[in-house]
């Protein structure tokens, strides 16, 4: 009797899990981390089903299962998962993903919503941020000039304030989270694709790429297009922008999001991106947000009062909203284009003395960048999203982790 159970439970384990695939050894460096993402090209692995994978972390307590998804792209395989819970630095913690049998599909906590106008990304039924790929026009009797498509709005915190703003009066051109350049050289002519009332230039919508849902993170990929004099006959595309956005799933009272913008010229002519005091991907926020209650610092120490044209590795800017005060830590890659990039923002006196918000990465604020033609350019940007605040200790390891993530080392692969 109890040989047949032993070799029941051989037979029921057996027919769950085969022989490692890859050992994985994560090491922490030289920081402590805490809930902290980790991510590993897994190309040199055997060609199996993502679906048939399982990735383990091996504990002295036994083995636990970890969620995980894996992006395939013409770079790679990447494989991602959330290194939980507190790693003292110098840490390191061990995984295996081995091949298992097909078992009923996990639903993922995300949603990526298509409304017919724009994509929403959802947890659990709760809004997260929306990019809207459909033309928004602005109110009856502004010129028409001002219609845009490709920006974020809104933008919502986790307890559900909105925190960006579009088509404000005092500047129609701005459309919550979106990305022009404002002194480009094209063809020997200078065009704003800021600036939209020029009817220089402008930035539109060209389509869905690909949509992401799982267990790790959710997200889509869009393709936009910098077009040159807009509407006339000279109409034609000067850029080509893919954007990545995705929001991970991680525990705590914020959300994560990753935004990436990928550059390459349309054609045969370079694009020279002039130096000039704004430009790139900005943020307005809501009307809320005044020189009554908006605060802002930055990586260097720097306020409101003084952070405009200074360089910074991350900013916070938060301010009061409906449901009280929430915010943003925008934080830049040190890949990125004349990193720590100077930064563009507006102080108490704007608007008449308002004070309204509004941020900036600017990586041409003091030098030109010329894209050449052929060649893909790419900035990377980290979004934390919270309610109440966020203290500078906070900030410089949400950028470590951002900047500088630990190390993931494969140990064993199976044969192909």
């Known amino acids: 009797m109890k040989k047949a159970a032993w070799i029941l439970i051989v037979f029921l384990f057996s027919s769950v899990y085969c022989q490692p695939v890859a050992m994985f050894k994560v090491h922490a460096g030289h920081y402590e981390r805490q809930n902290t993402l980790v991510c590993v090209d897994v190309s040199v692995l055997p060609a199996v089903d993502d ?13 636990i299962e970890v969620p995980f998804q894996i992006e395939r792209n013409h770079f790679g395989a990447y494989m991602t998962w959330m290194l939980s819970g507190r790693t003292a630095a110098g840490a390191v913690r061990k995984y295996q993903c081995v091949e298992r049998k097909k078992t009923e599909a996990r639903h993922s906590s995300f949603e990526v919503k298509n409304t017919g106008e724009a994509f929403v990304i959802c947890q659990q039924g709760k809004n997260i941020l929306q990019y809207t790929y459909r033309t928004v026009c602005p109110p009856s009797g502004i010129d028409s000039a ?12 986790p307890r559900g304030n909105v925190l960006t703003r579009i088509q404000p009066p005092d500047h129609y051109h701005h459309y919550g989270i979106w990305n022009a350049w404002t002194k480009v050289r094209y063809k020997g002519k200078e065009i704003d694709f800021w600036n939209l009332y020029k009817k220089e230039g402008t930035v539109r919508y060209q389509g869905l790429l690909s949509v992401m849902e799982g ?6 990929k869009v393709h936009h297009v910098h077009v040159v004099y807009p509407g006339s006959q000279a109409e034609e595309v000067a850029l080509n922008e893919i954007w990545e956005v995705r929001v991970y ?23 020279v991106i002039d130096a000039y005091r704004y430009q790139g991907t900005g943020f307005r926020a809501n009307a809320s947000w005044t020189k009554e209650n ?14 405009d044209g200074t360089r910074a590795r991350w900013c916070i800017v938060s301010g009061e909203s409906e449901q009280g005060r929430s915010g943003i830590l925008f934080i830049g890659h040190p890949g990125n284009y004349n990193f720590p990039e100077p930064i563009r923002i507006w102080d108490e006196k704007q608007n008449n003395g308002r004070g309204d918000a509004f941020f900036n990465f600017c990586p041409a604020k003091n030098i030109s960048w010329t894209l050449l033609p052929g060649r893909e350019y790419r900035l990377k940007y980290r979004w ?13 390891s ?16 199976k044969k192909k």
């Open 51 to 63: 679906s048939l994978l399982c990735l383990e972390e091996i504990t002295p307590q036994g083995n």
């Open 146 to 157: 001002y219609c845009r498509s490709g920006f974020i709005h809104p933008l919502w915190s």
């Open 215 to 220: 267990d790790v993170y959710a997200g889509f």
């Open 249 to 271: 799933n991680i525990p705590g009272n914020y959300t994560v999001v990753d935004f990436t913008t990928l550059m390459n010229p349309a054609g045969c002519d370079s694009f």
């Open 294 to 307: 908006v605060t802002l610092l930055t990586s260097e120490g720097y306020t409101r009062r003084n952070a």
């Open 384 to 396: 934390v999203i919270f309610d109440d605040s966020l203290s500078a200790a906070d900030a410089e």
């Open 398 to 413: 949400a950028y470590i982790n951002f900047a500088f993530p630990p190390e993931v080392e494969i140990l064993k692969v």
